[in-house]
């Protein structure tokens, strides 16, 4: 999206209906309540929890995989937002149970055995469960949790969150005794739960449906491999150069091993599908070992880290395996004979992990394009930019005319905050700027 005015209308009709959705159940409790009021505190902490059981409701949503409810922004920024969202949510609920309990301890029986044990039993682990979502969102890489064991426990741990907070706002009922109310929330957290469903479940089954092949895995460089499939079958589905698929390698799509992958190959090279992919240490330490027709279930396209249709010069700044969706794009411009300007600041731990390197050699010869090699641990012989990408590197090259270029950045998270905030202390339009972490959901 390069039109300001688009841009702004879409950020502000998501983020209005994502407010409106959240204050909502506060506007449903108050129809027709009559209940004495209990004091500014009281009230204050009941409707922390309301705020914070809608929040995780709708983390579902964002987390539902809707194509039309990602493009304005982009799945990767959906997902970012989604973990955001998430903290919120936690305080709230927290905040929901310590201003309560500091305004009136009678508010503590809710959590004595004594009094109703399968209660208070529920209420403490969903406290727990909602902490251990935070914990090992933040913290996964260091506590060594597999990604595939952290996504399915998320799952889990929200769905079960959901599930004692509408027992536990059905069985207060203070502010929900209506029968309507009651049907209404149970319809919405049900909604909820079914499109987790509709994720775990409903996906993969049609995914069943239309299963791809492996056709060949080869190296591009250091711990990065090239894994090509093919549809069995089937015509398989287009793509924009830049996005992503989610891949699950195996016999059956029902797996919890489904991962996200850039497309490498050119949007306009149809029925061959390539993703390249580098070895960190987990699932993805596997790929160099899959067989030739080794089945593969495809989900997607998703991402709205795409080219401009428009010819508008491109800067891109990328570090380490975040040059897939970049070469999937020049590829794609290759084919069309696209000769828009284009600049690369490719950023690489050594030589030998500089994946493409000939054929980005070659494609600066083929487009109107340069690429600026920055090494963290050059070869003696290296002659240009050693270190990491910085500030004083990227205004050296950011063309003059900002609002006529479009931004892409793509790599490790702190590569990617400072090339940020030096393309917006350039006055970069926000608009202009395309960013995608690797790390989501």
């Known amino acids: 999206m390069t039109n300001k005015k688009e841009f702004l209308k879409e950020v502000i009709l998501w983020t209005s209906l994502f407010v409106v959705f959240v204050l909502a159940p506060l506007f449903v409790a108050v129809i027709g309540h009559q209940e004495a009021y209990r004091g500014f505190w009281i009230e204050f902490g009941v409707a922390l929890g309301f ?3 809608a929040m995780m409701g709708l983390q579902f949503v964002l987390t539902a995989r809707f194509k039309n409810v990602a493009a304005p922004i982009g799945t990767d920024s959906l997902l970012n937002f989604h973990r ?6 936690y305080f709230f609920i927290l905040g929901h149970v310590i201003v309560l309990i500091t305004a009136d301890s009678e508010f503590l029986y809710f959590f004595d055995p004594g009094v109703n044990a399968p209660r208070a039993v529920a209420l403490v ?3 727990i469960m909602l902490t251990m979502l935070v914990v090992f969102t933040i913290w996964r890489e260091k506590l060594r949790i597999p990604y595939e064991w952290w996504r399915l426990s998320h799952g889990l741990f929200a769905f079960l969150i959901i599930f004692i907070g509408l027992s536990h706002m059905l069985m207060v009922g203070f502010y929900i005794s209506e029968l309507w109310q009651q049907v209404l929330w149970i319809f919405l957290v049900g909604f909820a739960m079914l499109l987790l469903i509709h994720i775990r479940v409903i996906n993969p089954y049609k995914l069943s449906k239309k299963p791809y092949k ?13 894994l090509e499939i093919e549809p069995d079958n089937h015509s398989g589905f287009d793509f924009l150069a830049g996005q992503f ?8 799509p029902f797996s919890i091993n489904q991962h996200p992958f850039s497309f490498s190959s050119s949007a306009d090279v149809k029925g061959r599908y390539q993703f390249t992919i580098k070895e960190l240490g987990d699932f993805t330490s596997s790929i160099k070992s899959i067989e030739a027709g080794t089945p593969i279930y495809m989900e997607g396209p998703y991402g709205a880290f795409t080219l401009n249709p428009e010819p508008r010069e491109a800067f891109f700044v990328i570090g380490g395996i975040g040059i897939t969706p970049v070469i999937s794009m020049l590829r794609t411009l290759k084919d069309r004979n696209d000769n828009r300007k284009m600049t690369l600041i490719y950023g690489n731990p050594d030589t030998e992990s500089i994946a493409f390197r000939e054929e980005l050699k070659e494609l600066e010869q083929k487009l109107n394009f340069n690429v600026v090699h920055v090494v963290e641990n050059p070869p003696d012989d290296w002659t240009g930019y050693e270190g990491f990408i910085t500030e004083e590197i990227l205004k050296t090259y950011i063309p003059e005319d900002v609002t006529g270029t479009d931004f892409y ?9 400072m090339a940020e905030m030096t393309l917006r202390d350039w006055q970069v339009p926000v608009f202009k700027l395309k960013s995608e972490r690797f790390n989501i959901v």
């Open 51 to 53: 705020i914070g059981i």
């Open 84 to 89: 955001q969202a998430g903290y919120v949510a």
């Open 125 to 127: 682990s969903a406290l």
């Open 214 to 226: 492996t056709t060949g895995v080869w190296q591009e460089a250091k711990k990065t491999w090239t």
């Open 245 to 252: 698929a989610w891949l699950t390698i195996g016999e059956s």
């Open 409 to 417: 950045v793509c790599g490790p998270e702190p590569m990617m905050d």
